[in-house]
């Protein structure tokens, strides 16, 4: 925005109204960066304290976003929008029943087998765990030392469930009735898409802003759903090739950990890691030599370099430009805020973030506080142009 002075031959009332607009846009721009700094400092509390709500109503809206090609297909072909959602929804439904069947049902058995398998893996890493035993001494006299120093302390008793059931039992209610409801989430919002993005471009005041709502919404559609569906191709098939792998091997339950490499992968570097760690316990349980026990996770590792240098940069990279740095601080905060539910669904929610901000202007407050601009600028698009 210009200055009064770079206009000296101006009338002096345009001056001073120019100056008097520029103070009120200053002001107007200083009230909403305090009142956007306090609502982004409240923002992850509300969240975190309201996940039993926001938590299933997010996950809905990404499978749903995720989901609207699939719909648009049934549609194209002239089946009704409630029956195509239904369709869509079912789809999803079995997916998951057959990601969390392969997952679950094993693992509960591999639970099971712990009791009995403790000895085999103090065998397995009894050569390690001798390395290690003067270290453990050592730590172990310390705690005596501040044991005994310390005195009495106040003992705190937890009560943890007896049995997998009794967990189950007390956990399943609330999950069911989050599953149920963010079922119900997404069939309204796929039954309702179509009109509802038909209202939104109609009840613009312009055709630009009708033509950039329709692009907006397209480009979220396209960027969320690409990436779901691609990377969701590329998981499972890395969990196939390494449950086909651990099944040469001749380890226990390759389906199971074929899953776990699937589902964990959805989640940037840690996810990976998680599961390698996995893979070493679950090598360790199952065979005796401690190098042997040791393919399974070397096993992934390699795979998983290979996905991730080569496959994903190749296929992803074209389609989705993300900055490592933006999804290190996106996978840390909705990790904070949800866990590992959080942590799935911190890329989907970043893309969606930033297709947005691409098209409405990005945040500027550099600019506003050391070159006298506004809070946002144009968008990128608008830059590349």
Avoid at 99 to 125: C, G, M, Q
Avoid at 236 to 247: D, E, F, K, S
Avoid at 263 to 277: H, R
Avoid at 325 to 332: M, R, T
């Amino acid at each position: 925005m210009a200055e009064p002075h770079q206009y000296p031959d101006a009338p002096i009332e345009y001056q001073d109204s120019h100056t008097l607009e520029v103070k009120r846009v200053r002001l107007l721009a200083a009230i909403a960066l305090v009142l956007g700094a306090g609502f982004l400092f409240a923002l992850p509390f509300a969240l975190q304290a309201g996940a039993e709500f926001f938590l299933p109503v997010t996950a809905a809206m990404v499978i749903a976003i995720a989901l609207v090609p699939v719909l648009e297909w049934f549609e194209r072909r002239g089946v009704p929008s409630g029956l195509a959602a239904i369709v869509s929804l079912l789809l999803f439904i079995a997916f998951a029943a057959f990601v969390i069947a392969s997952i679950v049902l094993p693992a509960i058995d591999y639970f099971a087998l712990i009791p009995e398998r403790i000895d085999r893996i103090r065998e397995t890493v009894l050569p390690i765990m001798q390395y290690y035993a003067q270290l453990e001494a050592f730590i172990e006299g310390i705690f005596d030392d501040i044991a005994v120093s310390g005195g009495e302390q106040a003992s705190v008793t937890l009560t943890t469930p007896d049995s997998l059931l009794d967990l189950f039992a007390t956990s399943a209610p609330v999950a069911i009735v989050q599953m149920f409801f963010a079922m119900l989430v997404i069939f309204f919002f796929l039954s309702r898409w179509t009109r509802m993005r038909e209202r939104t471009i109609t009840s613009r005041g312009s055709f630009e802003g009708a033509l950039t709502t329709a692009r907006v919404i397209q480009q979220v559609v396209d960027a969320t759903s690409t990436y779901i569906g691609t990377i969701t191709f590329i998981n499972v098939t890395l969990g196939t090739l390494t449950a086909l792998i651990l099944w040469a091997l001749g380890m226990d339950s390759p389906i199971m950990w074929g899953g776990i490499v699937a589902v964990t992968n959805f989640i940037p570097y840690l996810g990976p890691i998680f599961a390698a760690i996995l893979l070493a316990i679950g090598g360790l349980m199952s065979f005796v030599d401690v190098w042997a026990a040791m393919l399974p996770p070397l096993v992934f590792i390699v795979l998983h370099n290979l996905e991730a240098n080569v496959i994903t940069p190749m296929v992803v990279g074209k389609r989705v430009s993300l900055s490592p740095l933006l999804i290190l601080i996106s996978l840390s905060f909705w990790l904070w805020i949800w866990g590992f539910l959080g942590a799935l669904l911190a890329v989907p929610l970043l893309i969606i973030i930033k297709t947005v901000f691409a098209a409405a202007g990005t945040p500027d407050i550099a600019g506003f506080l050391f070159e006298h601009g506004t809070l946002t600028h144009v968008g990128e698009e608008e830059e590349k142009d």
